[in-house]
């Protein structure tokens, strides 16, 4: 599994970019350090183009800026060309030309054709089917074997529908995912898959606790803090999650900033059939939690409060945003119009869902720990003041490491909502040395949710002073409104 996906590291470099192969090529043969360095990046970044930079090339030979079509389209096809020409396509050659598999090129003749990746990609493919077939072999795990020979089949036949089916069924230590999956770089029209593998072993420990928190969700949901017709009676089913630990990485999954966690497929025809599945990387969780949190939390916090922050409440957090994202109101209505949050809320709809999940998460964590005897969750969850502790002061200190992703993207814009809520509240403090604190108490009430608190501001301000009480009895008389005579109207043309 690990050999083949190797391969795919190669064959995701061919897509991102048509110069990846030859640069590439050159770059590794210089030994200078500063070749050492660039050839380093390029790595990381499979091609010349830095994630980090909006893919901006930092070397001279490329053009400045990764193509938006990657190497799926022809450099020189703009949006406008690709879609005259496929409207007049027959329907069953549309559905091709916008699929996920194939890529479009450009003849002798200067006209546009569809090919295949399995045509596209033929050499490649074949090599990677092999080497699936040979470790199906290699496993007396029915499910597993399963997966690995239908997907070493859709390489060669272009058809991945059965074995994303297969995928889904998987029930094995070694968790492999393996195919065209994510359409990110594919900035011109968002339809083309780019390969990715991941190699990973199940963590069967994180995997229970997550489904032990799993079976009180809809106990959760019946608890939040918002108008007992908002809640949803009934959770439909969620993705399953499985916790797992990366042990090779390539191609898409391998570039740029690391995934942490991803859910797949995204053929809408499977996730209709069978759902997705969610998968968390906890170690990847782990690296980003020892390399970027703590050194973060280093500087935002006091040293006295330093040693709250902790990568179990950390991780912890992580599976209750995911659970969360199934909570709360899905299906609304708004008059007698069936509606979704996303769909009223347009634009702000992806930040407000991360912060949703986000302080969702906070309030299951809390609601968990409160009856973690009775839900029998003793041993599999932390409790009591320090543990709330770690959570409130990991999960402020992680608030930073998210603004960090920029205003411009979902989590970032959400978790400064929240940051700014909770500093209004004075749950989150701004000391004058420039550390952060939290207010235990302040924070839990804040992360309860406020309809009492909404309450008791209408109570305080929507309540009639004395001396206006006073002011208004002295108004007798005066009438309250006008009742408008229209005498020109009447004058012009009278009423009949
Ligand atoms: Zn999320």
Not at 172 to 195: C, Q, S
Not at 278 to 291: D, S
Not at 390 to 396: D, E, I
Not at 408 to 435: I, N, S, W
Request: aromatic letters at 10%.
């Amino acid at each position: 599994m690990i050999e083949a996906s190797r391969l795919v590291d190669a064959l995701f470099m061919k897509q991102l970019w048509r110069g990846n192969p030859d640069t590439w090529a050159q770059v590794q043969q210089d030994s200078t350090p500063l070749g050492k360095a660039r050839r380093a990046y390029y790595w990381m970044n499979k091609g010349p183009f830095s994630r980090l930079d909006d893919c901006r090339s930092f070397l001279s030979g490329p053009p400045p800026r990764k193509p938006l079509g990657a190497n799926f389209y022809p450099e020189d096809l703009t949006r406008e060309e690709l879609e005259s020409w496929v409207e007049h396509l027959p329907s069953a050659e549309q559905k091709e030309a916008r699929g996920f598999f194939t890529v479009i090129r450009r003849g002798a003749d200067g006209k546009l054709t569809v090919v295949p990746y399995s045509k596209e990609y033929a050499a490649e493919l074949a090599k990677m089917a092999a080497l699936l077939r040979k470790a199906a072999q290699s496993t007396d795990n029915a499910t597993l074997k399963t997966f690995l020979l239908a997907r070493a089949d859709a390489l060669l036949s272009n058809d991945y529908f059965a074995s994303d089916v297969a995928w889904m069924d998987v029930d094995a230590p070694i968790d492999l995912t393996f195919g065209p999956y994510e359409t990110y770089n594919d900035e011109l029209f968002g339809y083309k898959a780019a390969f990715e593998a991941y190699v990973n072993l199940r963590d069967d420990a994180e995997t229970a606790r997550l489904a032990a928190f799993s079976k009180h969700l809809q106990e959760i949901e019946d608890h939040l803090p918002i108008p007992a017709e908002q809640r949803n009676p009934k959770l439909g089913s969620q993705a399953p999650i499985r916790v797992v630990q990366q042990v090779f990485a390539a191609g898409d999954a391998a570039h740029g900033v690391k995934t942490a966690a991803y859910n797949l497929p995204n053929d809408e025809r499977v996730v209709v059939q069978k759902g997705s599945k969610r998968v968390m990387l906890k170690n990847v969780q782990e690296a980003k939690f020892k390399t970027v949190l703590v050194p973060i939390a280093q500087r935002v916090l006091a040293a006295s409060e330093q040693r709250d922050v902790a990568f179990e409440p950390f991780f912890t957090h992580i599976l209750a945003h995911e659970l969360s994202h199934g909570l709360g109101p899905q299906q609304i209505r708004i008059g007698d119009r069936a509606t979704t949050p996303r769909a009223e809320l347009k634009d702000l709809s992806g930040a407000t869902e991360e912060a949703k999940a986000d302080v969702v998460g906070l309030f299951a964590l809390q609601f968990l720990m409160d009856h973690a005897e009775r839900l029998q969750l003793k041993g599999l969850l932390h409790t009591g003041e320090k543990a709330e502790r770690q959570l409130y002061t990991t999960f402020m200190a992680s608030a930073f490491r998210t603004l960090r992703f920029g205003m411009q993207e979902a989590h970032g814009k959400g978790m400064a909502l929240q940051l700014g809520y909770l500093m209004d509240k004075k749950a989150v403090l701004a000391r004058p040395d420039g550390t952060f604190a939290i207010d235990l108490e302040r924070f839990k009430a804040s992360v309860k949710g406020d309809r009492p608190g909404t309450q008791k501001m209408f109570e305080r301000f929507a309540a009639l002073r004395p001396e206006v009480k006073k002011a208004l009895a002295g108004l007798d008389g005066i009438p309250t409104d006008i009742e408008p005579l229209f005498v020109t109207a009447d004058g012009l043309a009278p009423p009949r």
